[in-house]
């Protein structure tokens, strides 16, 4: 089984920049991608950016195109969100979640998240 940890949340100006890791450990090697969401209060879970494990192949999704970037550390096991740019609108509890079945849309493990507030 996968275990993943979060962290790198806080409270930020906006027009700031902060960084989210996700941890990985147990079995990455089964791992298949880790995807960022992110949920803030009243909304639906949202899609925020994906890293495929093995080739480190990773987009983000269009609402924040151009300001955040995800990217891995194979040493560390480790998944990486970079926000810059933010806005009071990303202020939300994000999360990490591993896939290990490329031919479903469901996540085996997901982290415990952290918050990340923007103040305007």
């Known amino acids: 089984q996968v275990q993943l940890v979060e962290s790198g949340g806080g409270l930020v100006q906006a027009g700031d920049s902060l960084s989210l890791s996700c941890a990985a450990s147990?079995?990455?090697?089964?791992?298949?991608?880790i995807n960022w969401f992110r949920q803030a209060p009243g909304k639906e879970r949202e899609f925020v950016a994906s890293?495929?494990?093995?080739?480190?192949?990773?987009y983000v999704a269009d609402s924040v195109q151009g300001r955040f970037s995800i990217f891995r550390d194979n040493a560390k096991n480790t998944v990486y969100l970079q926000m810059n740019s933010l806005k009071a609108e990303d202020t939300a509890v994000y999360l990490c979640a591993a896939k290990t079945d490329s031919h479903t849309n469901s996540f085996d493990t997901w982290g415990q998240g952290t918050q990340v507030t923007v103040s305007s």
């Open positions: 890293i495929r494990w093995s080739d480190y192949t990773g």
């Open positions: 147990g079995r990455t090697f089964s791992i298949w991608a």
